[in-house]
């Protein structure tokens, strides 16, 4: 099963956790891929507003929502995977948070150089250089890791995780962001059957 969804479908819910976190990745990608024109095109100079405002959404991105993914997988569906697993899947799910260990520092500096940027409204070139490189090392890094998480870990998870995994995992990404879940659940319900 192909994890990526038509956008038309529009993004998924609490009620799908492994989409939702499949989601994600698209966010991780789109930011990301904005910070590096951005960084590319300006090199640390003084960016427009516009472009201001899209380096501003990646490291609010980066610094919020995208610790919540790694918290949602971390905490939430490596647990699970842990008692109904096999070997394969739970070596996969090792790997991948050992990736996720790779990547902490790397957004570090890369926030802490954005937001340098963004209050001062320039970056010295050297500086903007590393920005450029550490960006280009999270995005070879999130290249594969994306991949083996849509192609194999969430179809993995999906295979073996019975419905009440997923509607627990569901409930904790929910509770994670500050949603009720069951007014959530209800609130779809009505939205689809009017």
């Not at 990646?58 to 070997?87: G, I, M, N």
């Not at 790397?106 to 490189?133: I, V, Y």
């Not at 083996?148 to 419905?163: I, N, Q, T, V, W």
Request: glycine share 6%.
């Amino acid at each position: 099963m192909d994890i990526r969804r038509d956008p038309s479908e529009g993004e998924p819910g609490f009620d799908d956790p492994l989409a939702l976190l499949a989601a994600c990745h698209r966010r991780v990608e789109r930011f990301l891929a904005a910070q590096i024109d951005i960084t590319g095109y300006y090199g640390g100079e003084e960016m427009t507003a516009s472009d201001s405002g899209r380096m501003r959404a990646a490291l609010e991105y980066f610094s919020h929502a995208a610790p919540r993914h790694t918290q949602d997988e971390e905490e939430s569906l490596f647990p699970k995977l842990q008692l109904r697993a096999d070997a394969n899947l739970l070596a996969l799910a090792a790997e991948l948070q050992a990736q996720h260990r790779q990547a902490d520092p790397l957004h570090a500096l890369a926030n802490r150089a954005t937001q340098a940027w963004l209050d001062q409204g320039t970056l010295p070139a050297d500086q903007a250089a590393a920005l450029l490189a550490d960006l280009q090392a999270l995005e070879a890094l999130y290249a594969s890791h994306i991949a083996r998480e849509d192609a194999e870990l969430f179809p993995g998870a999906r295979a073996c995780l019975k419905h009440v995994d997923l509607e627990i995992i569901g409930r904790e990404l929910a509770a994670r962001r500050g949603v009720d879940f069951d007014r959530w659940r209800a609130t779809k319900a009505m939205l689809a059957h009017p």
